[in-house]
Protein backbone atom coordinates (compact mmCIF):
# COMPACT_ATOMS: atom_id res chain seq x y z
CA UNK A 1 0.00 0.00 0.00
CA UNK A 2 2.44 1.91 1.17
CA UNK A 3 4.73 0.78 -1.62
CA UNK A 4 2.51 2.13 -4.22
CA UNK A 5 1.77 5.21 -2.58
CA UNK A 6 5.24 6.35 -2.90
CA UNK A 7 5.75 5.09 -6.28
CA UNK A 8 2.07 6.96 -7.20
CA UNK A 9 3.50 10.30 -5.52
CA UNK A 10 6.97 9.65 -7.23
CA UNK A 11 4.75 9.01 -10.72
CA UNK A 12 3.18 12.14 -10.15
CA UNK A 13 6.23 14.21 -9.35
CA UNK A 14 8.39 12.94 -12.23
CA UNK A 15 5.21 13.41 -14.25
CA UNK A 16 5.09 17.25 -13.37
CA UNK A 17 8.68 17.85 -14.14
CA UNK A 18 7.82 16.32 -17.07
CA UNK A 19 5.29 18.40 -17.95
CA UNK A 20 7.56 21.38 -16.62
CA UNK A 21 10.20 20.43 -19.32
CA UNK A 22 7.89 20.51 -21.76
CA UNK A 23 6.35 23.54 -20.83
CA UNK A 24 9.86 24.67 -20.51
CA UNK A 25 10.80 23.58 -23.63
CA UNK A 26 7.31 23.99 -26.14
CA UNK A 27 8.68 27.55 -27.24
CA UNK A 28 11.84 26.32 -28.35
CA UNK A 29 10.08 22.76 -30.03
CA UNK A 30 7.68 24.86 -31.43
CA UNK A 31 9.48 27.41 -33.20
CA UNK A 32 11.66 24.80 -34.41
CA UNK A 33 8.67 23.18 -35.94
CA UNK A 34 7.67 26.53 -37.38
CA UNK A 35 6.39 27.26 -40.78
CA UNK A 36 9.56 28.19 -42.31
CA UNK A 37 10.49 31.51 -43.41
CA UNK A 38 9.77 31.30 -46.83
CA UNK A 39 6.56 30.05 -46.52
CA UNK A 40 4.69 32.75 -44.48
CA UNK A 41 2.60 34.55 -45.48
CA UNK A 42 1.10 31.96 -47.85
CA UNK A 43 -1.36 30.23 -45.14
CA UNK A 44 -4.86 31.87 -46.49
CA UNK A 45 -6.26 30.25 -48.75
CA UNK A 46 -9.00 31.65 -50.77
CA UNK A 47 -10.07 27.93 -52.18
CA UNK A 48 -9.87 26.05 -48.80
CA UNK A 49 -11.88 28.88 -47.28
CA UNK A 50 -14.40 29.02 -49.50
CA UNK A 51 -14.97 25.26 -50.28
CA UNK A 52 -15.75 24.91 -46.06
CA UNK A 53 -18.12 27.70 -47.01
CA UNK A 54 -19.74 25.48 -49.25
CA UNK A 55 -19.70 22.59 -47.81
CA UNK A 56 -21.21 23.92 -44.07
CA UNK A 57 -24.25 26.51 -46.29
CA UNK A 58 -24.71 24.01 -49.42
CA UNK A 59 -25.59 26.94 -51.36
CA UNK A 60 -26.11 26.90 -55.36
CA UNK A 61 -22.25 26.88 -56.30
CA UNK A 62 -20.73 29.45 -58.88
CA UNK A 63 -17.69 29.82 -57.22
CA UNK A 64 -15.22 27.29 -58.27
CA UNK A 65 -14.16 27.28 -61.72
CA UNK A 66 -15.48 23.53 -62.94
CA UNK A 67 -18.69 22.54 -64.66
CA UNK A 68 -21.23 20.23 -63.16
CA UNK A 69 -22.33 18.25 -66.03
CA UNK A 70 -20.47 15.35 -67.75
CA UNK A 71 -16.70 15.46 -69.39
CA UNK A 72 -16.90 14.69 -73.32
CA UNK A 73 -17.58 11.12 -73.40
CA UNK A 74 -14.56 10.24 -76.33
CA UNK A 75 -12.32 11.22 -72.83
CA UNK A 76 -14.12 9.60 -70.33
CA UNK A 77 -14.17 6.14 -72.27
CA UNK A 78 -10.46 6.33 -73.17
CA UNK A 79 -9.35 6.53 -69.52
CA UNK A 80 -11.56 3.65 -68.90
CA UNK A 81 -10.03 1.74 -71.69
CA UNK A 82 -6.64 3.04 -70.44
CA UNK A 83 -7.26 1.75 -67.41
CA UNK A 84 -8.79 -1.74 -68.60
CA UNK A 85 -6.27 -1.89 -71.60
CA UNK A 86 -4.72 -4.88 -72.52
CA UNK A 87 -1.47 -3.34 -72.12
CA UNK A 88 -0.46 -3.89 -68.14
CA UNK A 89 2.18 -0.84 -68.38
CA UNK A 90 -0.43 1.88 -69.10
CA UNK A 91 -1.08 1.72 -65.53
CA UNK A 92 2.58 1.89 -64.35
CA UNK A 93 5.19 4.80 -64.17
CA UNK A 94 5.32 6.71 -67.12
CA UNK A 95 8.17 8.63 -68.34
CA UNK A 96 8.73 11.28 -66.02
CA UNK A 97 8.92 14.37 -68.14
CA UNK A 98 5.61 13.21 -70.40
CA UNK A 99 4.08 10.12 -71.59
CA UNK A 100 5.23 10.24 -75.10
CA UNK A 101 1.79 9.58 -76.71
CA UNK A 102 1.19 12.63 -74.69
CA UNK A 103 4.31 15.08 -75.40
CA UNK A 104 3.95 13.80 -78.95
CA UNK A 105 0.64 14.91 -79.77
CA UNK A 106 0.59 18.07 -77.58
CA UNK A 107 4.20 19.00 -80.18
CA UNK A 108 1.94 18.20 -82.91
CA UNK A 109 -1.02 20.31 -82.56
CA UNK A 110 1.08 23.48 -80.61
CA UNK A 111 3.43 23.08 -84.00
CA UNK A 112 0.24 23.67 -85.60
CA UNK A 113 -0.78 26.73 -84.01
CA UNK A 114 2.79 27.97 -83.17
CA UNK A 115 3.48 27.56 -87.11
CA UNK A 116 7.07 25.97 -85.40
CA UNK A 117 8.57 22.70 -85.37
CA UNK A 118 8.15 21.45 -81.71
CA UNK A 119 10.82 18.83 -80.22
CA UNK A 120 8.16 17.09 -78.04
CA UNK A 121 10.92 15.17 -76.00
CA UNK A 122 12.83 18.68 -74.84
CA UNK A 123 10.11 21.45 -75.27
CA UNK A 124 7.11 20.04 -73.35
CA UNK A 125 6.72 18.95 -69.90
CA UNK A 126 3.45 17.35 -68.53
CA UNK A 127 2.57 18.13 -64.87
CA UNK A 128 -0.03 17.61 -62.23
CA UNK A 129 -2.36 20.53 -63.96
CA UNK A 130 -1.10 23.78 -64.95
CA UNK A 131 -0.63 24.42 -61.22
CA UNK A 132 2.46 22.59 -60.79
CA UNK A 133 3.65 23.96 -64.54
CA UNK A 134 3.32 27.31 -62.91
CA UNK A 135 5.35 25.97 -59.67
CA UNK A 136 8.05 23.80 -61.70
CA UNK A 137 8.38 27.41 -63.67
CA UNK A 138 8.16 30.11 -61.26
CA UNK A 139 10.41 27.47 -58.66
CA UNK A 140 13.06 27.02 -61.70
CA UNK A 141 13.55 30.19 -62.64
CA UNK A 142 13.79 32.77 -59.64
CA UNK A 143 16.82 33.72 -57.35
CA UNK A 144 16.48 35.05 -54.83
CA UNK A 145 15.55 38.54 -55.57
CA UNK A 146 14.51 38.42 -58.60
CA UNK A 147 11.26 40.67 -59.63
CA UNK A 148 8.27 39.10 -61.19
CA UNK A 149 5.77 41.48 -62.99
CA UNK A 150 2.21 40.22 -62.04
CA UNK A 151 -1.03 41.65 -63.59
CA UNK A 152 -4.04 42.37 -61.02
CA UNK A 153 -6.51 40.75 -60.63
CA UNK A 154 -4.06 37.48 -60.71
CA UNK A 155 -4.92 33.50 -60.61
CA UNK A 156 -4.22 33.79 -56.41
CA UNK A 157 -1.29 30.99 -56.73
CA UNK A 158 1.27 33.05 -58.66
CA UNK A 159 2.15 35.23 -55.70
CA UNK A 160 2.97 32.79 -52.92
CA UNK A 161 5.07 30.56 -55.40
CA UNK A 162 6.93 33.81 -56.03
CA UNK A 163 7.50 34.49 -52.48
CA UNK A 164 8.68 31.12 -51.36
CA UNK A 165 11.03 30.82 -54.33
CA UNK A 166 12.27 34.14 -52.52
CA UNK A 167 10.99 36.42 -56.00
CA UNK A 168 9.67 39.74 -55.55
CA UNK A 169 6.45 40.33 -56.83
CA UNK A 170 6.01 43.91 -58.68
CA UNK A 171 2.21 44.17 -59.45
CA UNK A 172 -0.10 46.59 -61.95
CA UNK A 173 -3.48 46.26 -62.00
CA UNK A 174 -5.93 46.15 -65.03
CA UNK A 175 -8.58 49.00 -64.54
CA UNK A 176 -11.68 49.61 -66.28
CA UNK A 177 -11.49 52.62 -68.85
CA UNK A 178 -14.96 53.76 -67.96
CA UNK A 179 -17.08 52.69 -65.15
CA UNK A 180 -20.85 53.15 -65.90
CA UNK A 181 -23.33 50.78 -67.42
CA UNK A 182 -22.31 47.67 -69.23
CA UNK A 183 -18.76 46.65 -69.34
CA UNK A 184 -16.64 44.16 -71.35
CA UNK A 185 -13.63 42.92 -69.96
CA UNK A 186 -12.18 44.59 -73.30
CA UNK A 187 -12.67 47.68 -71.10
CA UNK A 188 -10.10 46.56 -68.34
CA UNK A 189 -6.50 47.36 -69.65
CA UNK A 190 -3.30 48.19 -68.11
CA UNK A 191 -1.37 51.51 -68.16
CA UNK A 192 1.66 51.14 -70.54
CA UNK A 193 3.67 53.76 -68.72
CA UNK A 194 2.82 51.91 -65.47
CA UNK A 195 4.42 49.06 -66.94
CA UNK A 196 7.23 50.20 -68.26
CA UNK A 197 8.05 51.84 -65.24
CA UNK A 198 8.19 48.08 -63.29
CA UNK A 199 10.64 46.92 -65.93
CA UNK A 200 14.19 47.05 -64.85
CA UNK A 201 17.30 44.85 -64.69
CA UNK A 202 15.83 43.01 -61.70
CA UNK A 203 13.07 41.33 -63.84
CA UNK A 204 13.39 38.29 -64.03
CA UNK A 205 9.52 37.93 -65.83
CA UNK A 206 6.30 38.94 -66.44
CA UNK A 207 3.02 36.28 -65.89
CA UNK A 208 0.28 37.23 -68.15
CA UNK A 209 -2.66 35.17 -68.25
CA UNK A 210 -5.01 35.32 -71.53
CA UNK A 211 -8.14 34.53 -71.73
CA UNK A 212 -8.19 35.69 -68.17
CA UNK A 213 -9.23 34.62 -64.93
CA UNK A 214 -11.16 36.31 -63.56
CA UNK A 215 -12.28 39.34 -65.85
CA UNK A 216 -12.55 37.04 -68.91
CA UNK A 217 -10.51 39.68 -70.70
CA UNK A 218 -8.68 38.37 -74.00
CA UNK A 219 -5.48 40.11 -74.79
CA UNK A 220 -5.32 41.87 -78.15
CA UNK A 221 -2.14 41.56 -80.43
CA UNK A 222 -1.44 44.96 -79.75
CA UNK A 223 -1.17 44.26 -75.90
CA UNK A 224 0.93 41.81 -75.82
CA UNK A 225 3.11 43.21 -78.79
CA UNK A 226 3.98 45.79 -76.42
CA UNK A 227 4.71 43.35 -73.69
CA UNK A 228 6.63 41.40 -76.12
CA UNK A 229 8.85 44.29 -76.88
CA UNK A 230 9.45 45.51 -73.35
CA UNK A 231 10.39 41.89 -72.34
CA UNK A 232 12.98 41.87 -75.25
CA UNK A 233 14.08 45.14 -73.98
CA UNK A 234 15.18 43.68 -70.47
CA UNK A 235 15.91 40.43 -71.35
CA UNK A 236 13.33 39.06 -69.38
CA UNK A 237 10.73 35.72 -69.62
CA UNK A 238 7.32 35.56 -70.74
CA UNK A 239 5.10 32.94 -68.20
CA UNK A 240 1.59 32.90 -70.71
CA UNK A 241 -0.67 31.36 -68.88
CA UNK A 242 -3.00 30.39 -71.44
CA UNK A 243 -5.18 27.34 -69.81
CA UNK A 244 -8.49 29.12 -71.19
CA UNK A 245 -7.05 29.02 -74.94
CA UNK A 246 -10.02 27.73 -76.14
CA UNK A 247 -12.59 29.12 -74.28
CA UNK A 248 -12.95 32.37 -76.47
CA UNK A 249 -16.21 33.68 -77.40
CA UNK A 250 -16.65 35.14 -81.43
CA UNK A 251 -15.40 37.56 -82.47
CA UNK A 252 -12.40 37.56 -80.42
CA UNK A 253 -9.42 35.75 -81.14
CA UNK A 254 -6.86 33.98 -78.94
CA UNK A 255 -3.37 35.14 -79.72
CA UNK A 256 -0.42 33.14 -78.47
CA UNK A 257 2.03 35.77 -76.84
CA UNK A 258 5.00 32.61 -77.73
CA UNK A 259 3.85 33.01 -81.78
CA UNK A 260 5.11 36.73 -81.90
CA UNK A 261 8.64 37.61 -83.48
CA UNK A 262 11.32 36.38 -81.33
CA UNK A 263 9.11 35.60 -78.35
CA UNK A 264 9.51 31.78 -78.64
CA UNK A 265 12.69 31.89 -77.50
CA UNK A 266 11.63 34.02 -74.37
CA UNK A 267 8.11 32.71 -72.91
CA UNK A 268 6.85 29.69 -71.27
CA UNK A 269 3.36 29.02 -72.00
CA UNK A 270 1.17 26.93 -69.81
CA UNK A 271 -1.98 24.53 -70.40
CA UNK A 272 -4.51 22.70 -68.82
CA UNK A 273 -6.66 19.39 -70.41
CA UNK A 274 -8.86 20.13 -66.85
CA UNK A 275 -9.74 23.16 -68.75
CA UNK A 276 -9.37 22.04 -72.48
CA UNK A 277 -11.64 19.14 -71.61
CA UNK A 278 -13.97 20.07 -68.82
CA UNK A 279 -11.95 17.44 -66.68
CA UNK A 280 -10.27 19.46 -63.75
CA UNK A 281 -10.27 16.46 -61.35
CA UNK A 282 -7.42 14.96 -63.97
CA UNK A 283 -4.84 17.49 -63.26
CA UNK A 284 -2.92 16.88 -66.08
CA UNK A 285 -1.50 20.08 -67.51
CA UNK A 286 1.77 21.18 -69.17
CA UNK A 287 4.47 23.71 -70.17
CA UNK A 288 6.26 23.85 -73.30
CA UNK A 289 8.87 26.55 -74.71
CA UNK A 290 12.63 26.60 -76.28
CA UNK A 291 14.51 23.63 -74.07
CA UNK A 292 17.06 25.69 -72.44
CA UNK A 293 13.76 27.63 -70.08
CA UNK A 294 11.99 24.03 -69.90
CA UNK A 295 15.50 22.11 -68.56
CA UNK A 296 15.04 24.14 -65.10
CA UNK A 297 11.22 23.45 -65.20
CA UNK A 298 12.42 19.58 -65.37
CA UNK A 299 15.24 19.70 -62.38
CA UNK A 300 12.04 20.86 -60.23
CA UNK A 301 9.58 18.44 -61.51
CA UNK A 302 11.92 15.35 -61.16
CA UNK A 303 12.41 16.58 -57.64
CA UNK A 304 9.03 16.76 -56.62
CA UNK A 305 6.52 15.03 -58.77
CA UNK A 306 8.70 13.19 -61.31
CA UNK A 307 6.11 11.40 -62.63
CA UNK A 308 2.07 12.20 -63.63
CA UNK A 309 -0.37 9.10 -63.61
CA UNK A 310 -0.06 7.10 -66.88
CA UNK A 311 -3.79 6.62 -68.04
CA UNK A 312 -4.46 10.29 -67.75
CA UNK A 313 -2.05 11.07 -69.53
CA UNK A 314 -3.09 8.22 -72.18
CA UNK A 315 -6.87 9.29 -72.08
CA UNK A 316 -6.02 13.02 -72.49
CA UNK A 317 -3.64 12.19 -75.23
CA UNK A 318 -6.36 10.10 -77.45
CA UNK A 319 -8.56 13.24 -76.62
CA UNK A 320 -6.47 15.15 -78.38
CA UNK A 321 -5.08 12.82 -81.24
CA UNK A 322 -9.46 12.89 -81.94
CA UNK A 323 -9.95 16.69 -82.00
CA UNK A 324 -6.98 17.31 -83.91
CA UNK A 325 -8.28 14.79 -86.35
CA UNK A 326 -11.92 16.85 -86.32
CA UNK A 327 -9.89 20.24 -85.98
CA UNK A 328 -11.92 22.10 -88.83
CA UNK A 329 -15.11 20.66 -88.13
CA UNK A 330 -17.32 22.24 -85.92
CA UNK A 331 -17.94 19.29 -83.45
CA UNK A 332 -14.36 19.58 -82.80
CA UNK A 333 -14.16 20.39 -78.87
CA UNK A 334 -11.77 22.91 -79.12
CA UNK A 335 -14.78 25.03 -80.40
CA UNK A 336 -17.85 23.40 -79.47
CA UNK A 337 -17.53 23.91 -75.64
CA UNK A 338 -16.92 27.88 -76.79
CA UNK A 339 -20.22 27.81 -78.61
CA UNK A 340 -21.97 25.65 -76.23
CA UNK A 341 -20.89 28.29 -73.12
CA UNK A 342 -21.73 31.41 -74.85
CA UNK A 343 -25.74 31.35 -74.16
CA UNK A 344 -25.05 30.33 -70.44
CA UNK A 345 -22.32 33.62 -70.69
CA UNK A 346 -25.57 35.91 -71.52
CA UNK A 347 -28.01 34.40 -69.58
CA UNK A 348 -25.52 34.56 -66.68
CA UNK A 349 -25.06 38.34 -67.60
CA UNK A 350 -28.79 39.35 -68.24
CA UNK A 351 -29.49 37.48 -64.61
CA UNK A 352 -27.22 39.48 -63.02
CA UNK A 353 -28.17 43.04 -64.85
CA UNK A 354 -31.92 41.60 -63.34
CA UNK A 355 -30.66 41.66 -59.84
CA UNK A 356 -29.05 44.96 -60.55
CA UNK A 357 -25.38 44.12 -60.64
CA UNK A 358 -23.37 45.74 -63.50
CA UNK A 359 -21.15 42.82 -65.09
CA UNK A 360 -18.29 42.94 -67.07
CA UNK A 361 -19.06 40.51 -70.50
CA UNK A 362 -16.05 37.89 -71.05
CA UNK A 363 -14.52 37.98 -73.93
CA UNK A 364 -12.87 34.47 -72.93
CA UNK A 365 -12.97 32.04 -70.19
CA UNK A 366 -16.00 31.55 -67.87
CA UNK A 367 -15.73 33.65 -65.37
CA UNK A 368 -17.79 36.68 -64.69
CA UNK A 369 -17.55 39.28 -62.68
CA UNK A 370 -19.88 42.33 -61.59
CA UNK A 371 -20.19 45.16 -59.39
CA UNK A 372 -22.50 44.32 -56.44
CA UNK A 373 -22.37 48.04 -54.47
CA UNK A 374 -25.91 48.96 -55.92
CA UNK A 375 -27.18 46.10 -53.90
CA UNK A 376 -25.13 47.23 -50.71
CA UNK A 377 -28.24 48.67 -49.06
CA UNK A 378 -30.48 44.86 -49.67
CA UNK A 379 -27.45 43.22 -47.78
CA UNK A 380 -26.11 43.22 -44.03
CA UNK A 381 -22.28 43.02 -44.52
CA UNK A 382 -21.88 44.20 -40.62
CA UNK A 383 -22.93 41.03 -40.04
CA UNK A 384 -19.71 39.72 -41.19
CA UNK A 385 -16.23 40.37 -40.04
CA UNK A 386 -13.79 40.27 -42.73
CA UNK A 387 -11.83 43.02 -43.82
CA UNK A 388 -12.54 43.42 -47.51
CA UNK A 389 -16.46 43.81 -48.23
CA UNK A 390 -16.24 41.45 -51.22
CA UNK A 391 -15.62 38.62 -48.41
CA UNK A 392 -18.36 40.11 -46.58
CA UNK A 393 -20.66 40.29 -49.46
CA UNK A 394 -19.99 37.00 -50.85
CA UNK A 395 -20.29 35.39 -47.22
CA UNK A 396 -23.91 37.13 -46.05
CA UNK A 397 -25.09 35.99 -49.50
CA UNK A 398 -23.80 32.27 -49.16
CA UNK A 399 -25.18 32.13 -45.55
CA UNK A 400 -28.51 34.23 -46.39
CA UNK A 401 -29.35 33.83 -50.14
CA UNK A 402 -27.49 30.30 -50.94
CA UNK A 403 -25.89 31.66 -53.73
CA UNK A 404 -22.12 31.33 -53.04
CA UNK A 405 -19.59 33.18 -55.75
CA UNK A 406 -15.75 34.31 -55.09
CA UNK A 407 -14.56 37.85 -53.51
CA UNK A 408 -12.43 38.98 -56.11
CA UNK A 409 -9.85 40.99 -53.64
CA UNK A 410 -8.50 37.55 -52.90
CA UNK A 411 -6.83 37.81 -56.50
CA UNK A 412 -5.11 41.10 -55.45
CA UNK A 413 -1.87 42.35 -53.47
CA UNK A 414 -2.46 43.97 -49.97
CA UNK A 415 -1.92 47.59 -50.76
CA UNK A 416 -4.71 46.86 -54.09
CA UNK A 417 -7.34 44.75 -52.13
CA UNK A 418 -9.50 47.84 -52.60
CA UNK A 419 -9.38 47.44 -56.41
CA UNK A 420 -11.33 44.32 -56.37
CA UNK A 421 -14.19 45.18 -53.20
CA UNK A 422 -16.84 46.27 -55.06
CA UNK A 423 -17.01 43.29 -57.49
CA UNK A 424 -17.85 39.38 -57.33
CA UNK A 425 -17.05 36.73 -59.12
CA UNK A 426 -19.46 34.08 -60.77
CA UNK A 427 -18.63 31.27 -62.73
CA UNK A 428 -21.06 29.94 -65.36
CA UNK A 429 -19.81 26.61 -66.74
CA UNK A 430 -22.96 24.88 -65.19
CA UNK A 431 -26.00 23.21 -66.46
CA UNK A 432 -28.65 25.25 -67.88
CA UNK A 433 -31.00 24.46 -64.40
CA UNK A 434 -28.75 25.34 -61.78
CA UNK A 435 -28.22 28.86 -63.83
CA UNK A 436 -32.08 28.82 -63.87
CA UNK A 437 -32.19 28.02 -60.07
CA UNK A 438 -29.79 30.48 -59.23
CA UNK A 439 -31.64 33.58 -60.94
CA UNK A 440 -34.84 32.23 -59.62
CA UNK A 441 -32.95 32.53 -56.21
CA UNK A 442 -31.72 35.87 -56.86
CA UNK A 443 -34.80 37.46 -58.71
CA UNK A 444 -36.87 36.13 -55.48
CA UNK A 445 -34.35 37.66 -52.56
CA UNK A 446 -34.68 40.64 -54.78
CA UNK A 447 -38.54 40.88 -54.91
CA UNK A 448 -38.18 40.71 -51.16
CA UNK A 449 -36.35 43.64 -50.34
C1 LIG B 1 -5.72 31.09 -64.69
C2 LIG B 1 -5.56 29.71 -64.16
N1 LIG B 1 -4.35 29.14 -64.19
C3 LIG B 1 -4.13 27.91 -63.73
C4 LIG B 1 -5.17 27.16 -63.20
C5 LIG B 1 -4.89 25.79 -62.66
O1 LIG B 1 -5.25 24.81 -63.61
P1 LIG B 1 -5.17 23.25 -63.26
O2 LIG B 1 -6.48 22.86 -62.69
O3 LIG B 1 -4.88 22.59 -64.59
O4 LIG B 1 -4.05 23.07 -62.31
C6 LIG B 1 -6.45 27.71 -63.13
C7 LIG B 1 -7.57 26.96 -62.51
O5 LIG B 1 -8.62 27.46 -62.22
C8 LIG B 1 -6.65 29.01 -63.63
O6 LIG B 1 -7.86 29.60 -63.60
Redesign the pocket.
Known sequence: MMFTKICTSASKVSNSLTTLRNIRSYPAVMSKFDLPTRLKGNEKSIWVEYIELTLKYKPLNLG??FPDFHAPENVTKALAAAATSDNALLNQYTRGYGHPRLINILAKLYSKLLNRTLDPTNEILVT???????YATIQGHTNSGDEWIIMEPF?D?YVPMVKSANGIPRFIALKPKNTNGPLSSADWVFDRQELEGLFNEKTKGIII?TP??PLGKVFTLDELQFIANLAKKWNTLVVS?E??EWLVYEPYKHVRIASLPDMYERTIT?G????TFSV?GW???WAYGPAHLLYNLQVVHQNSVYTCATPLQEAVAIGFEQELERFDRPDCYFFSLARDLLPKRDYMAKLLSDVGMIPTIPEG?YFMVANWTTLRDKVRLEEETDENRDYRFTKWMTKNVGVLGIPPSAFYSREHKHLGEDNVRYCFIKKDENLKKASEILMKWKSQQ
Open positions: QGVGAYEALFCNHNDVYISAGKTKIGG
